[in-house]
């Protein structure tokens, strides 16, 4: 799952965010590489063979490009406050390496024959890092919150509607109630960081406590300072009762600016750092830059489209053949390579390749003009007065490509698109608009084409994005309406069987190949330069991040220590 | 001269409010809702019951002039609201930048007018010298790059290759377990660069204004009656010149305040200075519109004060004003 806070994601990647990108989402580790070593298999540590057991010390510096909202875990939609959350605090459950859930403050978990209620059993010996035993009314209290209006926890609520109610039989036992069967439940809880209750009861105002500035959670590490606008400072919990992590410190300095992002790596300043295509193109192949940093690149669980309004608001997209026609005219591989520098794999569905439900069978669409040529001609869209633009009843073939101010990695993007439909003989302008600007027209349905991305969930769930009654409310913002793709988004939901389940999935990638309510572009590569001395660095299919142990597991041979403990930055 | 100040109070306080209203209104009409999520992965949609029920929680179900009127008897009371993002008081999160904006601010005024004005003394005693000349030039040329490029260019040559200053921030990691006065030493080495870079487009124009002024005393009876008496060209600038050439400035000085938030947005940005600048970027990005109403009433009010403030002196270092204030019943 994933979190569904892309925040500015895509404007984060164009701009190659600091740890934006090292933090929440990756790619699957069978392809990431390190320059000079062989591709990893799943979930190793990407530098296995010089591992030996982890030493303690040192302290790696991080990088983002702004303030976290909120240190209020809950209320908090960015994924610079998942990332602390995830550091401070645990979940439940949690995806392992290898994307599995695995437990973490609950030791075992049941379901019932039904499956409507989920059983959690807490793990005993888990404490807060006030010394107070973690509990089932924790646990319970973290769902009240998440689910209370007035916590606005908007990036969370969406997982835990379905819940009817739970009970704390005793302390030890969590159990929850759903109203209809779910096969994502026990993912949600990946999702939902656990907070203390007795001391977030201490003040009524659950938005305005000294606690969403100074978090307490029963964590890997316990949160030392925040100087806003500056840098976080996390210290080892040597209390952590899955034993005190190696790192003694974490410190994520905030440095908004890409270029003096950089500049910062290379002055010994940050540790890690995500770069930006160009920042890959023109400085990070150097030998004394490879040298001192291992680059390793990655798949995001994100995808890149273009979704076509079939509102009939248009005369152009509710017809099947011209979007297929689209698909067709967009030179998508000449994208990739031209002006992403290869930073991208051509998507062949929503599903990124390294999802259990990816339809094997399925390839990328090719870039065939002629062939899009052919479709528009069928459809009934032909130049018949000569002047380049296609036209049907007097109607020019004429529309505007919506898309986000987030980058220049968007702006080359509908540009070089704009130039490909010229060439089929369709008029493609383009509205460039602020991020949330975008995300109000796209919401309220007005425009005939708009490019995005979405950050996906490990799950392959479909029913939001592409059943019919999604259209209104849901992210199904094209009126996309497909009777067999609502059964089966259905289906998706309810079905157990995990063979059952991938046929499903396999049937509704091959509907929205042929169907093209949206034009797959692309899922992004991330590139991330990290310090050579830092060893157990672990790509999973979710990143280097939001999975167990995630940072929690990286550690410097004592040999290699940069900072000798008490004269770690924020000390 | 009571009077005067008075008037001019009564005036600030009415375009304050037309601040106020306009601020509001464009915040609340422009596109984006801030409450809504961002878009995101597939179950983790936001049923619009939910919304509805954050909505109306926020007050945002409400007529705008209801919101208005509720955020206004909240400033009566000196509460400025709650942030959106994060829920917490909007005053606090303002008055926690708010010095790091001050001093970048203040350390680029002192730079800029402690240049500007020998210059333009310099400038003035021979005019079409080889620095007024060379001066000009200069000045108008270095007017004309964009600070972008300007504190890249710094950031590389005094930070990445010199290493002679730090290449961003307030502080070193080192400075926590430094004296007093190393710290201090730390923090004003780290104030060089961003105070250059939002000091020099003033400087050229405070530079080019003050030497305009002079070179007009200069021209003046009362110049050339210092000269009879014997001063040096030297003395009868700094001492009867310079005095006439100050009133203009000092209302120039007011009408900096502007210029100086507005650059220290980009400043901030490229030398992760911690000030409201780069709050002010992020809570547009967000939506904040109780944070964006506090910044806008800050940048207001800074203004206004600038400006009263340069009246008020402008009166009290003019003789010709002050008596006319005292002569008016």
Same mark, same amino acid.
């Given at each position: 799952?994933?979190?569904?806070?892309?925040?500015?994601?895509?404007?984060?990647?164009?701009?190659?965010?600091?740890?934006?990108?090292?933090?929440?989402?990756?790619?699957?580790?069978?392809?990431?590489?390190?320059?000079?070593?062989?591709?990893?298999?799943?979930?190793?540590?990407?530098?296995?063979?010089?591992?030996?057991?982890?030493?303690?010390?040192?302290?790696?510096?991080?990088?983002?490009?702004?303030? !976290?909202?909120?240190?209020?875990?809950?209320?908090?939609?960015?994924?610079?406050?998942?990332?602390?959350?995830?550091?401070?605090?645990?979940?439940?459950?949690?995806?392992?390496?290898?994307?599995?859930?695995?437990?973490?403050?609950?030791?075992?978990?049941?379901?019932?024959?039904?499956?409507?209620?989920?059983?959690?059993?807490?793990?005993?010996?888990?404490?807060?890092?006030?010394?107070?035993?973690?509990?089932?009314?924790?646990?319970?209290?973290?769902l009240e919150r998440i689910l209370d209006p007035r916590s606005r926890a908007v990036s969370r609520i969406g997982y835990f509607t379905g819940v009817v109610s739970v009970e704390t039989p005793d302390d030890a036992t969590f159990r929850v109630h759903y109203r209809e069967p779910s096969v994502t439940a026990l993912a949600s809880w990946t999702d939902a960081p656990l907070i203390p209750r007795h001391l977030w009861e201490k003040q009524a105002d659950f938005l305005d406590n000294p606690l969403c500035r100074a978090p307490v959670g029963c964590g890997p590490f316990r949160f030392v300072s925040w100087d806003a606008g500056r840098q976080i400072v996390l210290e080892a919990n040597d209390g952590y009762w899955d034993g005190r992590p190696a790192l003694d410190r974490i410190v994520f300095r905030i440095i908004p600016q890409d270029t003096t992002r950089l500049q910062a790596l290379e002055l010994g300043e940050v540790d890690a750092l995500s770069l930006t295509p160009d920042q890959v193109a023109t400085r990070a192949d150097r030998p004394e830059f490879t040298r001192r940093f291992r680059r390793l690149t990655y798949p995001l669980p994100y995808v890149y489209y273009i979704g076509w309004n079939m509102d009939r608001s248009n005369p152009f997209f509710s017809d099947r053949r011209v979007r297929q026609a689209m698909t067709l005219a967009l030179d998508r591989p000449g994208l990739l390579r031209d002006a992403w520098h290869g930073l991208g794999i051509a998507a062949a569905s929503y599903i990124t390749r390294e999802s259990w439900a990816y339809n094997p069978a399925l390839r990328p669409i090719p870039y065939d003009p002629a062939g899009a040529a052919a479709l528009l001609d069928a459809a009934g869209w032909t130049d018949s007065d000569g002047d380049g633009v296609r036209e049907k009843g007097g109607v020019p073939f004429a529309f505007t490509l919506l898309y986000a101010a987030t980058g220049k990695m968007n702006d080359d993007t509908a540009a070089y698109f704009q130039e490909n439909l010229r060439k089929v003989g369709v008029r493609m302008d383009l509205s460039r608009t602020e991020f949330r600007t975008m995300l109000d027209l796209v919401g309220s349905h007005r425009f005939a084409a708009f490019m995005s991305g979405l950050t996906l969930d490990a799950d392959p769930d479909a029913f939001d994005m592409f059943h019919s009654s999604q259209a209104r409310?849901?992210?199904?913002?094209?009126?996309?309406?497909? !009777?067999?793709?609502?059964?089966?988004?259905?289906?998706?939901?309810?079905e157990f069987d995990p063979a059952r389940r991938r046929a499903v999935y396999a049937r509704i990638q091959e509907i929205l190949a042929e169907d093209q309510p949206w034009t797959f572009v692309s899922h992004p590569l991330m590139n991330v330069a990290i310090d050579r001395r830092i060893r157990g660095v672990t790509v999973s299919p979710l990143g280097l991040q939001q999975f167990w142990p995630g940072i929690a597991g990286w550690w410097v041979p004592r040999a290699e220590q940069r900072f000798p403990a008490g004269a770690a930055p924020g000390a | 001269m009571t009077r005067r100040i008075l008037r001019r109070l009564a005036v600030s306080a009415v375009t304050l409010a037309g601040i106020t209203v306009l601020t509001f209104l464009l915040f609340h009409l422009a596109p984006g809702d801030p409450l809504a999520p961002l878009e995101g992965g597939s179950r983790g949609a936001v049923s619009t019951d939910a919304l509805a029920r954050m909505r109306a929680e926020a007050g945002?179900?409400?007529?705008?002039?209801?919101?208005?009127?509720?955020?206004?008897?909240?400033? #009566?009371?000196?509460?400025? *609201?709650?942030?959106?993002?994060?829920?917490?008081?909007?005053? *606090?999160?303002?008055?926690?930048?708010?010095?790091?904006?001050?001093?970048?601010?203040?350390?680029?005024?002192?730079? #800029?007018?402690?240049?500007?004005?020998?210059?333009?003394?310099?400038?003035?005693?021979?005019?079409?010298?080889?620095?007024?000349?060379?001066?000009?030039?200069?000045?108008?040329?270095?007017?004309?790059?964009?600070?972008?490029?300007?504190?890249?260019?710094?950031?590389?040559?005094? #930070?990445?290759?010199?290493?002679?200053?730090?290449?961003?921030?307030?502080?070193?990691?080192?400075? #926590?377990?430094?004296?007093?006065?190393?710290?201090?030493?730390? *923090?004003?080495?780290?104030?060089?660069?961003?105070?250059?870079?939002?000091?020099y487009g003033q400087l050229a124009f405070l530079m080019r204004f003050a030497r305009a002024n002079l070179l007009e005393a200069r021209g003046r009876e009362f110049f050339a009656a210092a000269l009879a008496r014997g001063l040096t060209e030297r003395q009868a600038m700094l001492r009867h010149a310079l005095p006439n050439a100050l009133l203009p400035l000092i209302t120039i000085a007011g009408f900096t305040v502007p210029a100086l938030a507005a650059g220290s947005v980009i400043v901030e940005r490229i030398f992760s200075w911690p000030g409201v600048g780069r709050l002010l970027v992020d809570s547009i990005g967000s939506r904040d519109r109780p944070t964006l109403m506090g910044l806008t009433l800050l940048g207001a009010l800074l203004t206004q004060a600038g400006m009263l403030a340069a009246d008020i002196l402008y009166a009290a270092a003019d003789p010709r004003l002050r008596r006319l204030g005292e002569e008016r019943p």
């Open positions: 799952m994933s979190r569904r806070v892309p925040s500015r994601f895509f404007a984060a990647l164009a701009l190659a965010s600091g740890l934006a990108a090292l933090c929440g989402c990756g790619g699957s580790s069978s392809t990431a590489t390190a320059p000079g070593a062989a591709p990893d298999s799943g979930g190793v540590p990407l530098d296995g063979a010089s591992a030996g057991p982890p030493e303690r010390g040192d302290c790696v510096r991080l990088v983002d490009t702004a303030d !976290p909202q909120s240190l209020n875990f809950i209320r908090a939609t960015d994924r610079f406050s998942s990332q602390i959350a995830g550091l401070v605090t645990d979940t439940l459950v949690q995806y392992d390496a290898k994307g599995e859930v695995i437990g973490r403050v609950a030791e075992s978990w049941s379901v019932s024959d039904d499956g409507l209620t989920w059983t959690f059993r807490i793990r005993p010996g888990v404490r807060w890092q006030d010394g107070a035993p973690v509990t089932s009314r924790d646990a319970a209290y973290t409310d849901g992210n199904n913002r094209v009126s996309y309406s497909n !009777p067999e793709m609502d059964r089966l988004s259905e289906q998706g939901r309810r | 945002f179900d409400r007529p705008l002039w209801q919101q208005y009127g509720l955020w206004l008897s909240r400033l #009566a009371r000196g509460d400025l *609201g709650r942030s959106l993002v994060d829920g917490e008081p909007v005053r *606090g999160k303002i008055a926690a930048r708010l010095p790091a904006t001050l001093v970048l601010a203040g350390a680029a005024t002192l730079l #800029a007018w402690g240049l500007a004005l020998p210059l333009a003394i310099r400038s003035a005693l021979r005019p079409g010298g080889a620095l007024d000349r060379g001066g000009s030039l200069f000045f108008y040329a270095i007017y004309s790059v964009p600070v972008f490029w300007t504190a890249l260019v710094l950031q590389m040559v005094f #930070a990445v290759y010199l290493r002679w200053l730090p290449l961003h921030g307030v502080l070193s990691d080192e400075a #926590a377990a430094m004296a007093p006065a190393g710290r201090l030493a730390d *923090g004003a080495l780290h104030l060089v660069l961003p105070a250059a870079c939002l000091a």
